[in-house]
């Protein structure tokens, strides 16, 4: 069982910035890919970013060139860093891991952090 721990989430202006963490405890061995995924009201969850063990990213369009993720291996951590939000940001944002174990991934969730971006 893997657990997962997120903050950062909050309330900001168009053009600000906020920093999302998420924190896995737990059964951690056997963990690839952590990410950030993110569902607005009347839409499907989506991918935002997420990066591998050995550092290779990938982003949604949306988020090339404003949003950068990163991970902590040694505290099996990940991060994302968005800058100059819109209000299209606005959505509930999801730490995702993927671990394998017996040949499976499995996927894990976080319960969500709220952003809400405003004019």
């Known amino acids: 069982q893997v657990q997962l721990v997120e903050s950062g989430g909050g309330l900001v202006q168009a053009g600000g910035s906020l920093r999302l963490s998420c924190a896995a405890s737990g059964s951690t061995l056997g963990i690839n890919v952590m990410g950030w995924y993110r569902q607005a009201p009347g839409k499907q969850r989506e991918l935002v970013a997420d990066?591998?063990?050995?550092?290779?990213?990938n982003y949604a369009d949306f988020a090339k060139g404003r949003f950068t993720i990163s991970r902590d291996n040694a505290k099996t951590a990940v991060y994302l860093q968005m800058n100059t939000l819109q209000t299209e940001d606005t959505a509930v944002y999801y730490c995702?891991?993927?671990?394998?174990?017996?040949?499976?991934?499995?996927?894990?969730w976080g319960q969500g952090t709220q952003v809400t971006v405003s004019s």
């Open positions: 990066i591998r063990t050995g550092a290779m990213t």
């Open positions: 995702n891991v993927k671990r394998s174990r017996v040949g499976i991934i499995i996927d894990y």
